[in-house]
């Protein structure tokens, strides 16, 4: 029996990680046709929901929201959207049924927007302000991640930024790559790429 979903982790309305990124909750209807617009870009083929109609859309994030123990945020940097960050408990999703959840395990998805220019290092600032947010901003104590196991390009920016890998899932929907993630392995990470040369 999987305990109330009134148990899990509340975000807070705003958070400011420390590479200056804003985060504030998803607005419905306000932001639906804009993130609508992100997922149909190549780079968010793994989201699944290319082709889906701004309704549709509009209806997968109302219920997200509804369901008590999921949120969606919204990352701008210097007041321009730049990233979506979906955080969860999964004692209440299905991969609850494939790792052990412990006490203060926090699930995240996450999609940048698309780049109007080419900016060196920006998907690395933007996924350390999205794990600042999951650690400091809501509370993590382990970040846990199901990218599918095709997606090369998140698995790097994972890895690099301390997640374990423990193998491949069956889940409904894609075959997935479970990820774990600790502050510590979080921490031993950041000094990690302080020790590379830019």
């Known amino acids: 029996m999987h305990p109330s979903p ?12 420390p590479g200056g990124l804003v985060f504030r909750r998803l607005l419905i209807p ?18 699944c929901l290319q082709g889906a ?3 549709e859309v509009r209806e997968l994030y109302l219920a997200q929201l509804e369901s008590g123990f999921r949120d969606v945020h919204i990352g701008a940097l210097d ?10 408990d999964p004692r209440f999703d299905q991969l609850a049924d494939h790792y052990a959840v412990q006490p203060g ?25 999205v ?7 809501l509370g993590a104590r382990r ?16 890895k690099t930024f301390g997640f374990v890998y423990r193998g491949d899932v069956q889940l ?21 790429l302080q020790e590379i040369p830019a």
């Open 6 to 17: 009134d148990a899990a982790i509340a975000p807070p309305l705003a958070y400011v990680s």
């Open 30 to 47: 306000d932001d639906i046709p804009m993130i609508h617009g992100w997922f149909q870009q190549p780079h968010a083929a793994f989201w």
């Open 53 to 55: 109609s701004v309704a």
């Open 79 to 88: 007041g321009e959207p730049v990233v979506l960050a979906e955080s969860y």
């Open 105 to 129: 395990d926090l699930g995240m998805h996450i999609c940048v927007a698309p780049a109007r220019r080419v900016v060196h290092g920006f998907s690395r600032r933007v996924f350390r302000a």
């Open 131 to 137: 794990m600042d947010l999951m650690f400091d901003g």
């Open 143 to 158: 970040v846990v991640v199901e990218p599918d196991r095709h997606n090369a390009r998140i698995h790097t920016l994972n």
């Open 172 to 192: 409904r929907e894609k075959v997935a790559s479970l990820a774990l993630c600790t502050r510590d392995d979080y921490r031993a990470a950041l000094l990690h």
